[in-house]
Each structure stands twice: as structure tokens, then as C-alpha cells.
């Protein structure tokens, strides 16, 4: 055997192994995952995903896509120099519903051929005001007697509810102390109009300090 055919079986399993590898990663992130809180509020919120081109070829992104309209997703430029860093800059609008959300953001490159990373942002929405019911409905032909909303307040939160008013004047508002510390309870009553049969309002809450905006606590009350 001459040489040359000894040291093509030596690397032959040597390239085909090789060739079957995937290239690493060029862009390296110091998160894929990352979790914010609203803090009970419905302000926009600013995150970042940072990364680092650890490869020896420029990176280019080419495109990044958002799961959710709520959520806009951009890095400051396309590409990016072996050994540079950036980010990925997430503006999200938080929704009305409590609990944990995740929103998935997708980052497609050129970098040997297409890429694309898979990003997720955690948002926790706990809202300042928990409540047993966000809608009160009364149906056609129902009476139009007053239906009773339990409003929480979070243990050490100063927040203090004092009423009630309604966007559309269709409705009367009393509150009360509930059965414990930092228990609330609005009663809503239709006000009675010659010829109004029907209508549907938000309620927002009057409270001390002032809540940021009245969608922080969303209550809607529709007569049929």
C-alpha cells in the first residue's frame, strides 16, 4: 500500500466525520431566556438579549420575528465583526390578564448558510388589584338589581381604594370593607334613565395614590 492510499483511509473517516458536524453557534448569548415583572402596571417594558460573534466570519442577521404583535423586536445594525457584541432589543406591551406569559422571539442570520436562534421572554403580570370578576353582565329582562365585585389589595402595598366612577354614567357605585384586612367591596347598581334600556361602560377605580393608567385594573359592566 503506498502512502498516500494509507493516509487516504487514516483521514477519510477523519473528513466524513466532520463534514456530518454541524458548525458551532457563531453568535453566543448571555441569555436565551429572559424574565421580567410588570410590577402590577401596563407600562411598556424594555429587555435585551445579549450577544457575542465568537466565530471567525462577519454574522448577519437578516431577519427577527416576534410571536406576538405586543411584542417588537430589533438589534442597532445587520452585521456583526468576529469577536463584536450586541443585542437583540425587546419593547413589549403587557396585557390586561394576570399570570405568566411567554412571548418567543426568532433570529435568523447568515453565518455558513441560514441560522436561526430561538429567544423567549418571560413577562409575570401581578396586578396591584386582584379581583373575583372583571365583567358584570345583565342580561335582557333581567333585573337590573346590583351585583358586588371583591377587590384585593396586595399585603404592604399602600394602595388604598376609595370608589368607583364609570367611563359612560349608567351606573351608581358603593364601597365597603370586606371580611378581611385589605378587602374591598364595590357594589355596581344601573342607574335607571327613562328610555335607556341598554349600554356598557369600563369602571375605573379611584385610588390613593392614583393607579398609572385605569386599564391597570380592567372592569367592564354591560347592560343588554
Known amino acids: 500500500m503506498t502512502r498516500f492510499a494509507f493516509l487516504l483511509l487514516v483521514l477519510m473517516p477523519w473528513a466524513w466525520a466532520s463534514a456530518q458536524t454541524p458548525p458551532a453557534d457563531a453568535l453566543q448569548w448571555k441569555e436565551t431566556n429572559v424574565k421580567v415583572e410588570t410590577q402590577g402596571r401596563l407600562d411598556k417594558i424594555t429587555s435585551s438579549f445579549e450577544f457575542k460573534n465568537t466565530s471567525r466570519q462577519p454574522v448577519t442577521i437578516t431577519s427577527i420575528n416576534t410571536s406576538c404583535g405586543c411584542t417588537v423586536a430589533a438589534s442597532a445594525k445587520n452585521t456583526y465583526a468576529p469577536g463584536e457584541s450586541g443585542s437583540i432589543t425587546v419593547e413589549h406591551q403587557p396585557v390586561m390578564t394576570p399570570g405568566v406569559h411567554f412571548y418567543h422571539i ?61 367611563e359612560q354614567d349608567l351606573f351608581n357605585f358603593s364601597l365597603k370593607d370586606g371580611a378581611v384586612p385589605g378587602e374591598k367591596l364595590l357594589t355596581v347598581t344601573p342607574k335607571m334613565f327613562a328610555g335607556v334600556t341598554s349600554g356598557k361602560s369600563r369602571i375605573i377605580l379611584v385610588t390613593e395614590p392614583p393607579l398609572g393608567s385605569p386599564g391597570e385594573v380592567p372592569i367592564f359592566a354591560i347592560l343588554r
Open 106 to 166: 426568532s433570529v435568523v442570520t447568515q453565518e455558513q448558510g441560514t441560522h436561526s436562534y430561538a429567544l423567549k421572554l418571560e413577562v409575570v403580570h401581578d396586578p396591584r388589584v386582584g379581583m373575583d370578576k372583571r365583567l358584570l353582565v345583565w342580561e335582557q329582562g333581567e333585573a337590573r338589581t346590583a351585583k358586588v365585585i371583591k377587590l384585593t389589595v396586595k399585603p404592604n402595598d399602600p394602595l388604598q381604594i376609595k370608589g368607583a366612577k364609570a
